[in-house]
């Protein structure tokens, strides 16, 4: 069993930043793939990044790509969202993900196994 926390959010000007972060706890293993997705008002979830804890470069939807960077503290079993330059249809709730070792495609949201509570980002315009 992996717990995930995300927390961070919050509300942002356009143009703004702000860090999110996933906690992860239980059965982690720095060979796993941990992601996030976000979910806009009224629509539905979509996915934003993914980063394994070790090997792989980070993989990035093109919506974001450029703006939003995925960290990882292996040490601290946590992964970072840093999202730049937001605009207002960054709004959404964003949620942590992980899954136990694959060769599945990263952006699906069904081959992921544990998810966080959510944590809601709103960018104001």
């Known amino acids: 069993q992996v717990q995930l926390v995300e927390s961070g959010g919050g509300l942002v000007q356009t143009g703004g930043s702000l860090r999110l972060s996933c906690a992860a706890s239980?059965?982690?293993?720095?060979?796993?793939?941990m992601a996030w997705f976000r979910q806009p008002p009224g629509k539905e979830r979509e996915f934003v990044g993914a980063r394994s804890w070790s090997g792989t470069s980070p993989y990035y939807a093109d919506s974001v790509k450029g703006r939003f960077d995925i960290s990882r503290d292996n040490a601290k079993n946590t992964l970072y969202l840093q999202m730049n330059r937001l605009k207002p249809e960054d709004t959404a709730v964003y949620y942590c993900?992980?899954?136990?070792?694959?060769?599945?495609?990263?952006?699906?949201?069904?081959?992921?196994?544990?998810w966080g509570q959510g944590t809601q980002v709103t960018v104001s315009s």
């Open positions: 993900a992980a899954r136990r070792p694959s060769g599945g495609a990263a952006y699906l949201t069904s081959t992921y196994d544990y």
């Open positions: 239980g059965r982690t293993f720095s060979t796993r793939t």
